[in-house]
């Protein structure tokens, strides 16, 4: 190991031993700073990374410090940090105590840097069933709801049937290829036209567990249970981190085989179209606001593989933007939520009229939120479905981005319907809702300015996002 | 001899997982599964990969199975009302693809000359070499992992 190893390694050193100090900590002040701790942390990382140019890849260690992973651990980092400063709060009023939560979100965190450094699968696959390990305790954390430890156990039992997948169609694919170098093996799974069969195959098993881990349909059905039963900063960061991990592996993974993407292009043009059709359609019949959240988010997942699946440039530059609106606004949303949630639970749509109007603050970011999920200037929303689209059209996917179109149109019924509660009609006999915090309200505000930003500035971003797309 | 060896093998793995799977006795499953462990370890030696085969053995139907079966009994799960000697129909098919396992492997050690070495057979030495080496960051990833494995069993099996 030489110096240049561990320069490539540091923000993997600097979070694994946050989570061991902030576990430390635990044995001598019980529960408390742990939060703080894992701010400083995270933010520790964050600067890291933005002050160390991209190094070469380290072969020994099989993790490369390219600009795609530094790009990346900017955005787990920052989603952390939010995920940590709006569960803050909610945890003291749910009575969610102990270091271990925050231990937790840093692992998780862990293990989405681990994947977005990896430059082999086996990395790759560590640190995608790091990040999930960590969501299974999260989504179970809170013992005081049968809810939470019932989602856990749907969420682990799918879950060990994802990595049991992707474990095995790593395997053929290394039977395949016999190297487990992400770029190499990705190059001869179709090199010169023609498909190695055992690597489709492994291609194959590989998709459905990546699928899961997206919640692109088929293999949705955990996403709702899940969403609806967790504690939600913890949905929050699930929804947001564990999709974005999900799409960075397809993204060190797609671009690596070339024209060879062609080969994957009917199984994503299916995951895409069912999810789009399905998810909006299914959000439009739920009353619980989670529930809703959750088919939400399976229909932009759908949006996000239809850029994925024109292999072009333009399309993996419109995912990566996707990605950072995409978590922007959901930890909005589910931001929001959970800072209005104090001894009532507030879950049903029907409980969020007139919130607009008690809770200014929460009910705005709500609405903004919304407003961007549906796609509406001058918000983020808009500027990412735009460039999903364009790049669509461009892939000579004009059927598919018909589609998308439409039920992206669908979706503004069922979006708009919130902000309608929240504000057009007066509140009666409304549930108390909570009032937010310090901690959360610098969370929401951060977050709603960057759905605000990007949506009337994206020109910095989009030319980052460019240059970190070899 | 060897591919015969190899498909008999093969269906001992397959027919003692899927009984495995189907088996509602806990404890049953859990034999049929180490079953299935021993018979792949086989197959690991006839490949010529000795030291897998015995990882095989050691830890899966070893340390793993050994701790399945302690943790069931210890809970319970298994049905107590049932507690009586297992009938002969009951481990018959285990017996049957136990004995299979030990005869392919005896036949393999006897009547096989010792499988002809390759020029430089993988030593315990290069394994670990490979395995610390070029991925020891993994290594290291796996214990963060069973770090937490135990972090979260400890918060959520505590009493509240």
Same mark, same amino acid.
């Given at each position: 190991?030489?110096?240049?190893?561990?320069?490539a390694?540091?923000?993997?050193?600097?979070?694994?031993?946050?989570?061991?100090?902030?576990?430390?900590?635990?044995?001598?002040?019980?529960?408390?700073?742990?939060?703080?701790?894992g701010?400083?942390?995270?933010?520790?990382s964050?600067?890291?990374?933005?002050?160390?140019?991209?190094?070469?890849?380290?072969?020994l260690?099989?993790?490369?410090?390219?600009?795609?992973?530094?790009?990346?651990?900017?955005?787990?980092?920052?989603?952390?940090?939010?995920?940590?400063?709006?569960?803050h709060?909610?945890?003291?009023?749910?009575?969610?105590?102990?270091?271990?939560?925050?231990?937790?979100?840093?692992?998780?965190?862990?293990?989405?840097?681990?994947?977005?450094?990896?430059?082999?699968?086996?990395?790759?696959?560590?640190?995608?069933?790091?990040?999930?390990?960590?969501f299974?305790?999260?989504?179970?954390?809170?013992?005081?709801?049968?809810?939470?430890t019932?989602?856990?156990?749907?969420?682990?039992?799918?879950?060990?049937?994802?990595?049991?997948?992707?474990?095995?169609?790593?395997?053929?694919l290394?039977?395949?290829?016999?190297?487990?170098?992400?770029?190499?093996?990705?190059?001869? %799974?179709?090199? +010169?036209?023609? !498909?190695?069969? =055992? @690597?489709?195959?492994?291609? &194959?098993f590989?998709?459905? /567990?990546? #699928?899961?881990?997206?919640?692109?349909?088929?293999?949705?059905?955990?996403?709702?249970? %899940?969403?609806? +039963?967790?504690? !939600?900063?913890? =949905? @929050?960061f699930?929804?947001? &981190?564990?999709?974005?991990? /999900?799409? #960075?592996?397809?993204?060190?993974?797609?671009?690596?085989?070339?024209?060879?993407?062609?080969?994957?292009?009917?199984?994503?043009?299916?995951?895409?179209?069912?999810?789009?059709?399905?998810?909006?359609?299914?959000?439009?019949r739920?009353?619980?606001?989670?529930?809703?959240?959750?088919?939400?988010?399976?229909?932009?997942?759908g949006?996000?593989?239809?850029?994925?699946?024109?292999?072009?440039?333009?399309g993996?530059?419109?995912?990566?933007?996707?990605?950072?609106?995409?978590?922007?606004?959901?930890?909005?949303?589910?931001?929001?939520?959970?800072?209005?949630?104090?001894?009532?639970?507030l879950?049903?749509?029907?409980?969020?009229?007139?919130?607009?109007?008690?809770?200014?603050?929460?009910?705005?970011?709500?609405?903004?939120?919304?407003?961007?999920?549906?796609?509406?200037?001058?918000?983020?929303?808009?500027?990412?479905?735009?460039?999903?689209?364009?790049?669509?059209?461009?892939?000579?996917?004009?059927?598919?981005?018909?589609?998308?179109?439409i039920?992206?149109?669908?979706?503004?019924?069922?979006?708009?319907?919130?902000v309608?509660?929240l504000?057009?009609?007066?509140?009666?006999?409304?549930?108390?809702?909570?009032?937010?915090?310090?901690?959360?309200?610098?969370?929401?505000?951060?977050?709603?300015?960057?759905?605000?930003l990007?949506?009337?500035?994206?020109?910095?971003?989009?030319?980052?996002?460019?240059?970190?797309?070899? | 001899?060897?591919?015969?060896?190899?498909?008999?093998?093969?269906?001992?793995?397959?027919?003692?997982?899927?009984?495995?799977?189907?088996?509602?006795?806990?404890?049953?499953?859990i034999?049929?599964?180490?079953?299935?462990?021993?018979?792949?370890?086989?197959?690991?030696?006839?490949?010529?990969?000795?030291?897998?085969?015995?990882?095989?053995?050691?830890i899966?139907?070893?340390?793993?199975?050994?701790?399945?079966?302690?943790?069931?009994?210890?809970l319970?799960?298994?049905?107590?009302?049932?507690i009586?000697l297992?009938?002969?129909?009951?481990?018959?098919?285990?017996?049957?693809?136990?004995?299979?396992?030990?005869?392919?492997?005896?036949l393999?050690?006897?009547h096989?000359?010792?499988?002809?070495?390759?020029?430089?057979?993988?030593?315990?030495?290069?394994?670990?070499?490979?395995l610390?080496?070029?991925?020891?960051?993994?290594?290291?990833?796996?214990?963060?992992?069973?770090?937490?494995?135990?972090?979260g069993?400890?918060?959520?099996?505590?009493?509240?």
């Amino acid at each position: 190991m030489i110096s240049a190893d561990i320069w490539a390694s540091m923000p993997l050193i600097i979070i694994a031993a946050g989570i061991i100090f902030v576990l430390l900590l635990g044995a001598f002040v019980p529960g408390r700073h742990g939060t703080i701790t894992g701010v400083i942390l995270l933010l520790a990382s964050a600067l890291w990374t933005l002050r160390t140019p991209p190094l070469p890849v380290a072969p020994l260690l099989g993790i490369a410090f390219t600009p795609f992973a530094r790009f990346f651990i900017l955005l787990f980092s920052l989603t952390a940090l939010i995920t940590l400063l709006l569960s803050h709060d909610y945890n003291k009023r749910r009575g969610i105590h102990g270091e271990e939560y925050p231990a937790t979100v840093l692992f998780a965190t862990f293990g989405m840097v681990v994947l977005a450094t990896s430059a082999n699968l086996l990395n790759l696959f560590l640190g995608l069933e790091g990040l999930t390990f960590a969501f299974y305790i999260l989504t179970a954390i809170d013992r005081n709801s049968p809810d939470s430890t019932e989602a856990g156990l749907k969420y682990l039992l799918q879950g060990a049937v994802s990595a049991a997948l992707i474990a095995f169609g790593i395997a053929l694919l290394y039977a395949g290829v016999g190297t487990l170098e992400i770029n190499a093996a990705m190059k001869s %799974v179709a090199s +010169g036209g023609k !498909t190695v069969p =055992v @690597a489709y195959a492994g291609w &194959g098993f590989l998709l459905m /567990g990546l #699928a899961f881990k997206v919640s692109l349909v088929p293999a949705h059905l955990w996403t709702p249970d %899940v969403y609806q +039963g967790a504690p !939600t900063p913890v =949905v @929050a960061f699930l929804s947001t &981190g564990s999709k974005a991990a /999900g799409f #960075a592996a397809l993204l060190l993974l797609l671009p690596a085989m070339g024209s060879g993407i062609s080969m994957l292009h009917t199984p994503l043009c299916c995951l895409s179209l069912f999810s789009m059709v399905l998810g909006n359609l299914a959000a439009l019949r739920q009353q619980n606001l989670k529930r809703m959240l959750a088919y939400s988010s399976i229909a932009q997942m759908g949006y996000l593989t239809l850029a994925l699946l024109t292999g072009i440039r333009e399309g993996f530059a419109a995912v990566i933007l996707y990605v950072v609106i995409y978590t922007a606004m959901n930890l909005s949303a589910f931001g929001a939520i959970s800072s209005l949630t104090g001894e009532n639970r507030l879950e049903d749509v029907e409980d969020f009229r007139g919130v607009g109007f008690s809770r200014p603050l929460q009910g705005g970011v709500l609405a903004l939120s919304m407003f961007a999920l549906a796609g509406i200037p001058p918000t983020a929303g808009f500027i990412g479905k735009f460039a999903i689209f364009a790049a669509a059209l461009k892939g000579n996917e004009l059927p598919l981005a018909v589609i998308g179109i439409i039920t992206a149109l669908i979706s503004v019924y069922y979006y708009l319907r919130v902000v309608a509660l929240l504000y057009m009609q007066p509140a009666d006999g409304e549930k108390l809702s909570n009032q937010a915090t310090v901690s959360e309200m610098i969370a929401l505000c951060a977050t709603s300015a960057v759905i605000l930003l990007l949506g009337v500035y994206p020109g910095p971003l989009l030319e980052l996002i460019d240059s970190i797309l070899r | 001899m060897e591919q015969v060896v190899f498909y008999i093998l093969a269906a001992v793995v397959l027919i003692a997982t899927l009984f495995s799977i189907t088996e509602k006795h806990a404890v049953h499953a859990i034999i049929y599964l180490a079953t299935s462990f021993f018979a792949l370890a086989v197959i690991f030696y006839l490949l010529n990969a000795p030291l897998v085969a015995v990882f095989e053995v050691i830890i899966y139907a070893g340390a793993i199975m050994v701790l399945f079966l302690f943790v069931i009994m210890m809970l319970e799960l298994g049905h107590p009302e049932k507690i009586l000697l297992p009938g002969v129909r009951d481990w018959a098919p285990a017996l049957l693809l136990g004995v299979v396992t030990l005869a392919a492997f005896i036949l393999l050690v006897l009547h096989h000359p010792p499988p002809a070495l390759p020029a430089n057979p993988v030593k315990i030495r290069d394994f670990a070499t490979v395995l610390f080496r070029k991925y020891g960051v993994a290594v290291e990833i796996v214990s963060m992992q069973l770090l937490f494995a135990l972090v979260g069993a400890l918060y959520l099996g505590r009493r509240k």
